[in-house]
């Protein structure tokens, strides 16, 4: 019987090893949207982040600049991605990297900043989904 029993504890700590943390910030304006998301899985954080064109008035040839900021006590951190892509044409940009970076906190705030076409957008970016699994 005691062997039973730690063999249940072993399998479930086991398991405990293979619990995924994810947290997803999210923000809007007129012309475009943003998901940030943080997925813990082991060691490894990866980090996602999605810009969307809201609108279909552009070419999917359009030279996209974006930069992604951290605030912390109401200050602005240096950018952590960012870049000029080609919108492509679903109208998304999208990118998936690895890092051991850690995971941010549910009340963590970041700002975007898309240029585009000669236009300029900031978008705050708040926590909406955590989850654990």
């Known amino acids: 019987m005691n062997t039973l029993i730690l063999i249940l504890l ?5 398991c405990n090893d293979k619990v995924t943390n994810e947290i997803t910030f999210e923000g809007e304006s007129e012309n475009w949207e943003v ?12 980090e996602t982040y999605t810009l969307n064109y809201k609108n279909s008035n552009i070419s999917d040839k359009t030279k996209v600049k ?14 952590f991605a960012f870049g000029e892509i080609t919108l492509g044409k679903d109208f998304k940009i999208e990118s998936t990297s690895t890092s051991g970076a850690k995971m941010p906190s549910n ?5 975007v900043s898309i240029e585009w076409e000669g236009k300029k957008e900031s978008i705050r ?8 699994y």
Not at 10 to 14: E, T
Not at 66 to 79: A, C, D, G, M, R
Request: aromatic share 12%; no cysteine; hydrophobic share 35%.
């Open 35 to 46: 998901t940030l998301s943080y997925k813990l899985s082991g060691n490894e954080t990866y």
């Open 125 to 132: 970016l708040t926590s909406k989904r955590v989850g654990r």
């Open 107 to 111: 009340n963590e705030i970041f700002d």
């Open 10 to 14: 072993l399998i479930i700590a086991g």
């Open 66 to 79: 974006f930069q992604f900021s951290s605030i912390v006590n109401n200050k602005i951190l240096p950018p």
